[in-house]
């Protein structure tokens, strides 16, 4: 099966930069998926990682270890719009297994 | 392209009643997955379907149940329904599923179970 573990909760200021980290233990690995929530929406995608190292995208990156099971993601310049859930979650056997989420709040 | 729909958006029921909940995915993708939503369990998988097949189920009674059509759409039902069932219900639809498919998901539909 699969266990991931995110942070539930984070805060940060306009302007900062956030890493939210992901853990996870996983009986076979094929990638890893970050996704965005608005509260009261779907999930977006974010990012998909695969191979270790950092991958970036604009305002957002996302790194991954395959060795140590374990990613982040690196909101940086943060903007009020960015207050969301933000979730990792890693497929296996046509599904995907997500953390529990973790809620950024955005400050001015 | 249109993105994944799923209606309704929004219902209300009554404990023992059941739901027909709606999914069509995004045009040319053939893999449609269901997952429950609630503040505490997180995202829950409930099943997924490739070509009218399921090839996954999550752990759910028996309760649950859903197919897919030929055009790739596809619908779930619960009956008995139960207070817990209460959920944000979503859809998410990607090209034949697996791995490193990205999951693209619709709107949901917010089931009250009262």
């Known amino acids: 099966g699969q266990n991931i573990d995110q942070p539930t909760e984070m805060t940060a200021t306009e302007g900062a930069i956030v890493q939210i980290n992901c853990t996870y233990q996983t009986s076979g690995f094929n990638g890893l998926f970050w996704y965005q929530q608005h509260a009261g929406e779907a999930p977006t995608f974010l990012s998909y990682n695969v191979l270790d190292g950092l991958e970036e995208k604009g305002r957002f990156s996302s790194f991954l270890s395959r060795s140590k099971g374990y990613s982040y993601l690196l909101l940086k310049e943060l903007q009020m719009k960015d207050s969301a859930s933000y979730l990792c979650?890693?497929?296996?056997?046509?599904?995907?297994?997500f953390g529990a989420g973790t809620t950024v709040t955005v400050r001015a | 392209k249109a993105g994944v729909t799923q209606t309704p958006r929004y219902l209300i029921k009554t404990r023992g009643q059941q739901v027909t909940l709606s999914c069509s995915p995004i045009s040319g993708h053939r893999s449609v997955s269901w997952y429950q939503q609630t503040p505490g369990q997180g995202l829950q998988f409930l099943f997924e379907?490739?070509?009218?097949?399921?090839?996954n189920k999550g752990n759910f009674p028996g309760r649950f149940s859903g197919r897919q059509f030929s055009n790739s759409r596809s619908e779930m039902n619960v009956s008995t329904l139960e207070l817990g069932d209460s959920a944000l219900y979503l859809c998410?639809?990607?090209?034949?599923?697996?791995?490193?498919?990205?999951?693209?998901f619709g709107p949901g539909t917010r089931l009250l179970v009262l």
């Open positions: 979650a890693v497929p296996n056997d046509y599904k995907l297994s």
């Open positions: 379907y490739f070509s009218e097949t399921q090839r």
């Open positions: 998410a639809s990607s090209l034949a599923g697996g791995g490193a498919e990205t999951q693209y």
